[in-house]
């Protein structure tokens, strides 16, 4: 039977908690996250590589509690404070503007006055976070922080079969082991690697099997 070939469709990418795979690499923030509301100080920050998952955890954080999700690089400066109960800010490392950090510490504040949940999200520790506003960082350091670590197997197999479902596509899983054995073990090297199988299938026409996935593997080592 012939492997799927690749057409150029948009991504559809899950988000939903059964989409989410657990493991010794993510299991702590998993727990803390969908397990007990109590938070030290109803606060939590969620520390992981790029596209380790954090967003899909924030997502399922807001699933579960109403929470309003929110870009730290969009942050500005406002009169009025949300008004959902619990709020789950992404990608902390781009909090760099004055306004937005003011903006932080009062919703902050406001958060811990009426009883709601905050949920930080950072590649970085929140010590290396750019924040100025000494009253902001004080609060952020003192954050309870949970770590996403790098993948082990079973997750580096995982997410590469995840990607190429949110691709729409969905390889023999002796292709994604074969891959899965020969990448670096990290989110990002899962990114790169699905990400150039299917650019290479849609460009040249051919299947999604381990021919391909050698080929590609060797471009890639050959661009370094």
């Known amino acids: ?133 000494p009253d902001l960082a004080s609060r952020m350091q003192a954050t309870t922080s949970v770590y996403i670590e790098d993948p082990d197997d079973a997750l580096l197999f995982a997410v590469i079969s995840k990607l190429f479902a949110d691709r729409q596509l969905s390889p023999a899983p002796t292709v994604t082991a074969y891959l899965a054995a020969r990448i670096d073990r990290s989110y990002n090297a899962a990114q790169q690697i699905v990400a150039a199988m299917d650019a290479a299938a849609l460009a040249q026409a051919r299947e999604l099997n381990r021919g391909l996935a050698g080929d590609v593997l060797a471009q890639m080592d050959a661009a370094q």
């Open 1 to 133: 039977m012939a492997e799927q070939l690749s057409f150029d469709l948009p991504e559809r990418i899950a988000m939903g908690a059964d989409d989410f795979y657990v493991s010794s690499a993510n299991d702590v923030p998993y727990r803390a996250i969908t397990g007990s509301p109590n938070w030290p100080d109803g606060k939590l920050a969620l520390i992981g590589p790029k596209s380790s998952g954090k967003s899909h955890l924030a997502r399922m954080f807001a699933h579960d509690t109403g929470a309003l999700i929110l870009a730290a690089r969009d942050l500005e400066a406002a009169t009025n404070l949300p008004d959902a109960a619990h709020i789950a800010i992404e990608d902390v490392e781009h909090l760099g503007n004055p306004a937005a950090q003011e903006y932080l510490f009062h919703l902050h504040n406001h958060l811990k006055n009426t009883g709601g949940r905050l949920l930080l999200t950072s590649d970085r520790r929140a010590q290396d976070w750019p924040i100025t506003l």
